[in-house]
Every structure is written in C-alpha cells, then in structure tokens.
C-alpha cells in the first residue's frame, strides 16, 4: 500500500513495549518469539553467569530495528541470521539494528552472547530474576524478572518453547522448567540439559542451582515428576508425596494436565521476602516444605495462569483469583470447610478492610498486583459464578476455559463471555460489581 496524503508510513521500528498498563516497557513489538535456546555457564563461587541465548522469531511488521528486555549484564555480540548485527542498550531495553531488513512474516533467529554478575530487581519485599544462595542461585521472575538473566521479549503475550542447556562445577545440579534431557560431566563440569516443549511466558521460566536431592519417576498416567529439594529442607518430602493425588484431583476437575513434567524445587533461601511460593512453570519453587494447601494453588497454577495465561497483568486475578479458589474447592471436597463457608467469612470482613479496596480485573498500580483482593475477592468472584449457575455448568466454565485456551492467553472480557455462553445469563453486571468496583459489593 501507498503512503499518500491521508495515510501514514508503516514504521519499521518494533516499538519498545507492548504496552501493558501497568509495565509498559514489559515485552517489546515488531516480533513474535518461538523459541529460545539459553546456553549458560555459571560458577556459583564469582557467581558469574556466560551466556549465549539463540532467539527464533517472526516478523509481525517490516523490521530495520528491534528491542529484547535484558537488565544488567554484558553483551559481547549479537548477530542475527547469522550475519553480525549492530546494537546499543538503552535502560532495560537492548536495540538490534540486523545487516539488512527483516520483512514481514519473515522468520529469524538473533544470537546474543552476554556475561557479568546477575543482579535482581526488587519488587516490594521480592527479589525478581537471579538470586543468588550460599550454594547457587534460583530464579523467580513475576512479573518481570527474566531479564535479568537472559534477552527476553519479556511478557506473557509472547510466549514459547525453551531449551536450557546449563554447565555447573561438578557436585551441583541444575533443575529448569520441562523434562530433563541428560546431563554430562567433562572436566570437572557437569552440563544439564532441559527441554521446556509447551509455550511458556518468560516469567515463568525458572532455573535453580545448589546441591539438592532429587527424585525421579513417573505416574501411571506417563507424566515425569522430578522433585529438588535442598538438604536442609528434608521436611518437604512427606509434602510432596501428595502432589500425584493433588494433580490427578485437580484432573478430574479441570480437564487433563497440561504439561508433560512436574514437581518442584525446594531452596534454603531467605530471599523470598514472606513469600510462601513462586510459582513457575511445571515446577514451582518453596522456601520450605509447603503446606497441603499450598500445594493445591501452586499445582492449579499450572492450568490457571500458566497453560492459560493473562493477556495483560491487570487480568491478575486470572491466575490468583482462580488458584485461590481450587484452594477453597480442595478444602471441600477433602473434608474441610465448605466454599460457602469460607466466602461468608470473608464477606464478614469489615467495608473498611483492604480486601475491598480496589477493583481485582484492575489494580491500579504495580504494587497492587498481589494485594489479598486480587486472590481472595477473586476467589469469592468464582464463588458468586459458582451459586449463580450453579455446579454443573459452572464446572463446565472453567473445563472449557482451560481446554479453548490451553497454550495461550486470555483476557476477563473472555471469560465473562465465555460463562454468559454457557450458562446463557447476563452476568456482566454481577462481575463488574465484584471486580470492577470499589468498596465491599452488596449482598442479595
């Protein structure tokens, strides 16, 4: 097409973000990641990380120039296709400027080799990306800490497939997200090799590093679990021997598991800033053994939130709000309080209490991204939906809406939508009163 006098040239630069409300400068525009393929070298003594991350893309626009998010650290080179690319950091931003266009549609792969000492953010008490511990380091990036450890167009709109291929001294191992694909000693170093199949948003990729006992085996149903646990922390392993009867529960609910691996890694960290878990991709991270209940939110994350994921981050309550509530479905269903119950404490709180504050599909700063409304009002949302349409189609709701999103992104708009089609209800009013308003909601 034209540029004539009415119409605009189409930029060829891919924009700096995508323009999250809340993290505008998250993620980055022009491209469409597939896959990443991080090659890393760390030591845990100098706590120094080599890398070198090859990038699979697609042009979603003509590209003379693009943006990865990487904090921190040291690029060496960058080429892409192979042919030696310019490139200059701005912020969080590092610019790409390849040898020749890129056309729309067009596939590519950029090659980055980076070294240095990872640095965290800090996210309210949190530390976001790679941490360091006394025997190694582990990461937990939400909502945007993956760039500080590799170049990442780092937002869950993009997701994509990983392969991790990690070299440590030998007598440390390395867990990261998917199925383990071998590891291999040479010279006194040992390269663990990890295969992450499934799309994945970059903040829920995850690597730990420290000297952990692990344990390996399948389900009878053929999914992969492998469990890390930090010595010290040896009170974890009663706790975990649940998570199989947690995963097939949760099944039978929801719809069949989404990944082909789980498990989860138990650290010896003080880093976790009150956090009780992190949750990553097939295999969350604990500070300690978790509780039968934590256990529960962080494996429903593995549905809600992780194989379908937010679209932007004030859908929050898409991932909090749900896990919350399968906590809530697992207590009733295991001889524990009833859901109604727990919602009518919950509503007992007083009007003036935090957890009617704000609206949960909206907060309003990042700060509020984790506040007790976004889990527990979201929770209490589910249950209004639960009492209005009642067990059946409600269960309905949530099989569909994980099985026509599986592997993507989703938005509220759409689940609204999605349980007024099956339950063939207006419930637009009801939500916007219990998501999108403030103060505590009126109770028919």
């Known amino acids: 097409m034209g540029t004539g006098p009415h119409s605009s040239p189409v930029s060829t630069i891919g924009s700096p973000g995508v323009g999250d409300p809340l993290f505008p400068l998250s993620g980055n525009g022009g491209y469409d990641v597939r896959h990443y393929g991080l090659t890393l070298e760390y030591d845990p003594k100098p706590r120094r990380l080599d890398g070198r991350a090859d990038i699979t893309a697609r042009a979603t626009q003509p590209l003379t120039r693009f943006d990865l998010d990487l904090k921190g650290l040291t690029v060496k080179g960058v080429t892409v296709n192979q042919a030696k690319a310019a490139f200059r950091r701005d912020g969080q931003e590092l610019v790409i400027t390849p040898d020749r266009p890129l056309r729309r549609g067009e596939s590519f792969r950029v090659a980055i080799t980076y070294t240095g000492i990872p640095k965290p953010l800090t996210f309210g008490p949190v530390r976001l990306g790679w941490t360091t511990t006394d025997d190694g380091a582990f990461v937990f990036s939400q909502p945007h800490g993956a760039m500080t450890w590799f170049p990442v167009n ?57 000297k952990f006992k692990v344990q390996q085996y399948t389900t009878p149903g053929g999914l992969k679990v492998y469990n890390a646990v930090d010595p010290r922390e040896a009170a974890a392993w009663p706790a975990l021997k649940k998570l199989p009867s947690v995963l097939d529960w949760a099944s039978r ?14 650290v010896h960290s003080n880093a976790f800033g009150g956090l009780t878990a992190l949750e990553t ?66 509503y007992a709180t007083p009007a003036d209490n935090p957890l009617w504050k704000d609206p949960v599909a909206a907060p309003p700063r990042p700060k509020d991204l984790f506040a007790s409304g976004v889990y527990k009002r979201g929770a209490m949302t589910l249950h209004k939906l639960r009492t209005t349409v009642g067990d059946d189609t409600f269960f309905r709701i949530l099989r569909s809406w994980v099985s026509s999103h599986r592997g993507g992104n989703a938005t509220t708009a759409q689940f609204i939508r999605l349980a007024e089609c099956h339950s063939r209800k207006d419930l637009g009013p009801r939500f916007h009163t219990w998501i999108n308003t403030q103060g505590k909601p009126p109770q028919p």
């Open 281 to 346: 991709q097939g295999r969350p991270v604990y500070p300690s053994s978790p509780s039968p209940r934590l256990m529960v939110h962080e494996s429903a994350h593995q549905w809600f939130g992780n194989s379908v994921s937010l679209t932007t981050w004030k859908d929050i309550w898409l991932n909090e709000g749900f896990a919350t509530y399968v906590e809530w479905l697992y207590d009733e269903q295991h001889g524990g309080e009833s859901a109604q119950k727990t919602f009518d404490r919950l």
């Open 154 to 210: 780092d937002h869950p709109k993009d997701k994509a497939s990983y392969d991790f291929a990690i070299t440590v001294p030998k007598g440390s191992t390395v867990v990261a997200n998917g199925v383990l694909g071998g590891q291999k000693t040479v010279h006194g170093r040992t390269t663990f090799r990890w295969h992450q199949q499934e799309p994945m948003a970059s903040y829920l990729a995850t690597v730990a590093v420290g």
């Open 253 to 266: 609910l929801f719809g069949p598991y989404p990944f082909k691996s789980a498990g989860a890694i138990v």
